[in-house]
């Protein structure tokens, strides 16, 4: 059994925590990272959480680091130092069966990695070289070869390969409705929404999602607002509330049980995912297979759930 995965701390949470820790400043960080100095916050509070101790004292506005601070600090910018420099000699030295595949990070989380082993199986003598990005492919200057991204964000020039289907539902912990095992929209009302806030803005949220039945969020009066998709899912498997779910990477999650649908409504979305190959790159045969593979997973995955509903 693999426990890498359960021993580790939140891996989103690894990249504020470093800055925070080597700038000794929250809003530095935040500069740094180009996010708000509250997503800093919340991410360096979510680690703490998880690890169950303190990595900061906080005084007047100040941040200083604890002594378990120091040592992870020391520990986590040795690793990603190392990471970096492992990722510039792949840039440097590229090989010609190696692809570059970009993804959005909740795809890369919960839709690819627990798919990839049977991308090699089927062509073990081509190499995947995952790339994570939160923003849209317009805005992303790093080469890839293949990128999965939701439909509708800038796109630049690059070449639109193939679009798949998603539907949209709500999801939240078994456990948090207790013995309410269904909800009506109407009910909805009652919880806590959990939000996913992108800039620029994801295809379907919650206002665009209750616009679909008719409604509006006009009226709710607990949210809770994330800036990564995977921290909002997170929250939600937590029991902190009702998240805005799509099959595609929450799927995994309602089949082990960490997730349930409360409600039985769902937004279907035909072309909500596409596949874009890099603008003026060759056609080659491993990019080519990858395409093809990603198309027969998608669309194999739509032709499940179609016969599951």
């Known amino acids: 059994m693999n426990m890498l995965g359960k021993s ?4 989103a949470s690894l990249l504020p925590f470093e ?4 700038l000794q400043s929250f809003s530095k960080a935040a500069d740094e990272l180009h996010i708000t100095q509250a997503a800093i916050s919340r991410q360096i509070r979510g680690l703490e959480d ?33 990471i970096s ?4 000699n792949l840039r440097e030295s590229p090989r010609k069966n190696r692809v570059v595949l970009l993804c959005q990070l909740c795809e890369a ?28 492919l317009a805005e992303f200057s790093d080469h890839f ?17 193939f679009t798949a289907a998603d539907e949209v539902f709500p999801v939240c912990s078994p456990d948090y409705l207790s013995a309410r095992q269904s909800l009506d929209i109407s009910d909805l009302r009652l919880h806590t929404l959990l939000h996913h806030s992108a800039t620029p803005p994801h295809l379907m949220e919650w206002d665009s999602w209750l616009q679909a039945f008719g409604q509006t969020s006009e009226g709710y009066a607990h949210h809770c607002f994330f800036d990564s998709y995977p921290l909002m899912l997170q929250a939600a498997v937590e029991g902190h509330g009702i998240a805005m779910g799509w099959r595609r990477t929450a799927g995994k999650l309602i089949e082990n049980g960490a997730l ?50």
């Open 8 to 11: 580790l701390p939140p891996l």
């Open 19 to 22: 800055a925070a820790a080597r």
């Open 50 to 82: 998880n690890l169950g101790l303190k990595l900061f004292y906080r005084r007047n506005r100040a941040v200083f680091l604890t002594q378990e601070g120091r040592e992870l600090g020391r520990v986590v910018s040795a690793a990603l130092q190392s």
């Open 85 to 88: 420099a492992s990722a510039v």
């Open 109 to 136: 989380f919960y839709w690819l990695m627990p798919r990839l082993s049977t991308f090699h199986q089927l062509h073990p003598e081509i190499e995947i070289q995952v790339a994570t990005s939160t923003r849209p």
């Open 145 to 161: 070869d293949v990128a999965l991204q939701s439909t509708g964000r800038p796109s630049g020039s690059h070449v639109l390969a």
């Open 260 to 309: 349930v649908r409360p409600c039985a409504q769902s937004v279907p979305l035909p072309d909500a995912i596409s596949v874009f190959r890099q603008q003026g790159e060759a056609d080659r045969i491993e990019v080519q297979a990858l395409i093809g593979w990603l198309e027969e997973q998608l669309q194999s995955e739509s032709e499940f759930f179609g016969r599951m509903d």
